[in-house]
Structure formats: C-alpha cells, structure tokens
C-alpha cells in the first residue's frame, strides 16, 4: 500500500515568489492534515480537512497562506508571498477518521523542504 | 489547554544499552498519548500510543513506553539500543473532544554510538 506522498521533496526559491506544495494521501483516507515544522522543533498542525471541508485552519496565516482539497482527495498548500521565515519544512498527514478515537492515527509523507533565500 | 514537554534534547547512548527518553504532559482531559520516531528525510513514523487501556504500552522495534497519571509522564524506553534507533524521537498528546489535534513536544535526538 503506498504511503502519503508529497511533492516536490525540496524547493528553494526566492522571498515574495509564490510556492506550492502536494499531497496525496493514503487512499480511502478521509481526513487530511498540513503541518508546518521548523527546524529544531515539533511540527504544528496548520490545516485539517474532513474529506473537502477545512474543520480546524486556525493556525493557517490566511494572509499569504491557503489550502484547497476540492475533490476531497489530495491537497495543495500555497504560500504567496514567501517570506523568510517560511524556510522549514511542510509535512502532509492523513488518518482514516479525524475524529474517532480509536482509529485517528495518524500517517505521515516524507514532507516538503522549503527554502526562501 | 495541552502541552508537552521533552526533557531532554539530545541523549547519547553506546550501542546494547538502555534507552529513557522522557516526556512529561499536560492535559485537562484525559489524554492519548503517542510517541513518534522521524528519520533523516523519512516520515514521522509512529511508534507506539496510550489510549486509556493497559497503562504500559508496547511498540514497534522493542520500545515501550509507561503512562503514569501522578507523574504526569510517558517515558519512553528500550532495554538495548541498536545504531538504527538513531533519530528523532516525537513525544505527542491528543484529546478526542478537541477532534484528536496533535500537540507535539520539542523532540529529543537519540544518537547510538558504537
């Protein structure tokens, strides 16, 4: 079975371009999160979509950040414009339910690192 | 509100002795717990969680892990490390009445040596 699958790996570009990162996750998986991770810490959750619906994006900067899942399948996390500080990486996670408790797990893609020069 | 905190953020440990990463939470309702491994440009891999059930918990590649309700702690051990358990280690609470959100702690770097 294949895993959460994110693309590109590594994107360097530089401050005020516009950037966008994928994710597929795991099939029949319903829920879909993005997570931002800077270096040296935990990653922190930015988005969770239920199936197409975005039901938590409170942390997302909506200033220069968005996220769609139109289809309620694979997803797209924009950031525009980049700033410096977005340097970090980008990690996409799926779980079967998002909110039931016994089978939340979490999956997690390789992640996206981006660098804003 | 929930948090987690890693005490430690890096642990050196010599190949076939005993690993204790530990983690203390904070939660105001009763809370999962998991622990998380992330290789060098791997995923976060999941290596054992508490859900409410048996309080020492059992995971993958020999690692275990105690949940202590006094203490507040889910410590995370192995009784003899091998070069391969050399990464970073994820411990994370979550809270079904917050629609099981990931709170994750710092991380702590377990190196292996020879």
């Known amino acids: 079975e294949a895993g959460v699958v994110q693309s590109p790996r590594y994107k360097i570009i530089e401050k005020k371009q516009p950037v966008a990162f994928w994710c597929n996750p795991i099939?029949?998986?319903?829920?879909l999160y993005w997570y931002l991770q800077n270096l040296g810490q935990g990653p922190e959750l930015l988005i969770r979509?239920?199936?197409?619906?975005?039901?938590?994006d409170s942390q997302l900067p909506k200033d220069r950040f968005s996220a769609e899942r139109l289809k309620g399948v694979d997803s797209t996390l924009k950031i525009q414009p980049a700033e410096l500080g977005d340097s970090a990486v980008y990690l996409c996670?799926?779980?079967?339910?998002?909110?039931?408790?016994?089978?939340?797990?979490?999956?997690f893609g390789p992640g996206t690192r981006l660098t804003v020069l | 509100a929930q948090s987690v905190t890693q005490l430690d953020s890096h642990v050196s440990v010599s190949e076939g002795t005993p690993v204790l990463l530990r983690c203390n939470y904070s939660?105001?309702?009763?809370?999962?717990l998991f622990w998380y491994v992330q290789h060098p440009n791997k995923g976060l891999q999941l290596l054992l969680k508490?859900?409410?059930?048996?309080?020492l918990v059992k995971g993958i590649n020999g690692f275990e892990a105690e949940f202590k309700k006094s203490e507040t702690s889910f410590h995370l051990t192995k009784p003899s490390a091998h070069m391969s358990d050399a990464a970073e280690y994820f411990c994370?609470?979550?809270?079904?009445?917050?629609?099981?959100?990931?709170?994750f702690g710092q991380g702590t770097e377990l190196s292996v040596k020879p």
């Open positions: 979509y239920e199936n197409e619906e975005a039901v938590d």
């Open positions: 099939s029949g998986h319903n829920t």
């Open positions: 939660s105001s309702y009763s809370p999962s």
């Open positions: 994370v609470v979550s809270n079904y009445n917050q629609g099981g959100k990931l709170i």
């Open positions: 508490y859900t409410s059930a048996a309080t």
């Open positions: 996670a799926s779980s079967l339910h998002g909110t039931s408790f016994l089978s939340n797990e979490q999956f």
